[in-house]
């Protein structure tokens, strides 16, 4: 079945650490999207990116990272500069026109 | 003024009756236009989406939308206490760059919870 897989569920940091959060899909979907979806604040756009080996910064990309090397995988990465990094991480991708098919989610918690 | 915004909640309705969630948007170009539902501690999940001035019906669900006026909404008929969970709007605004338009990324609204009590 076709879909799109984020890794791990739970994810605890300590502080300074970087940790980096996996985002695979099998959909064959060009576009891939990072979103942080804190209580009460909707969803926020951290990184986007189109096509391979090119991606754009969101509204809250400051502390955060990715790559994009392959057209399934979008990793997220965030850093020891991203000072409240507790919330609940969204990855999603789409054919452009569509709406977003998101992954289960990783909920990240400091330590 | 936000991009996407959303009828205050949270929405509470009885079984059986008509749950009306609303949604206006800035951004008279926008394309494309979504509804999604978030069960608490889950992520969204995609239910509706429309392009076209008018009515698109799915089941139960029902989106309006009026480019016009720049309005969205979703009916749900017959609520259902499973059908109790925030819904999302989400529309597609035309982005220019410097290689053309982009219809990358999705603007979404803030969420309004649904209660739907027996």
Known sequence: DGGITQSPKYLFRKEGQNVT????QNLNHD???WYRQDPGQGLRLIYYSQIVNDF?????????????????????????AQKNPTAFYLCASRLTGLGYTFGSGTRLTVV | ???VEQNSGPLSV????????????????SQSFFWYRQYSGKSPELIMSIYSNGDKE?????AQLNKASQYVSLLIRDSQPSDSATY????????FNAGGTSYGKLTFGQGTILTVHP
Request: charged share 25%; with cysteine; proline share 5%.
């Open chain 2, 88 to 95: 999302l709007c989400a529309v597609n605004p035309i982005v």
């Open chain 1, 31 to 33: 576009a891939m999207y």
């Open chain 2, 14 to 29: 009885p079984e059986g009756a008509i749950a009306s969630l609303n949604c206006t948007y800035s951004d008279r170009g």
């Open chain 1, 21 to 24: 959060l996996s985002c695979e």
């Open chain 2, 58 to 62: 799915d089941g139960r669900f029902t």
């Open chain 1, 56 to 80: 754009q910064k969101g509204d809250i990309a400051e502390g955060y990272s990715v790559s994009r090397e392959k057209k399934e995988s979008f990793p997220l990465t965030v850093t020891s």
């Open chain 2, 1 to 3: 003024q936000k991009e």
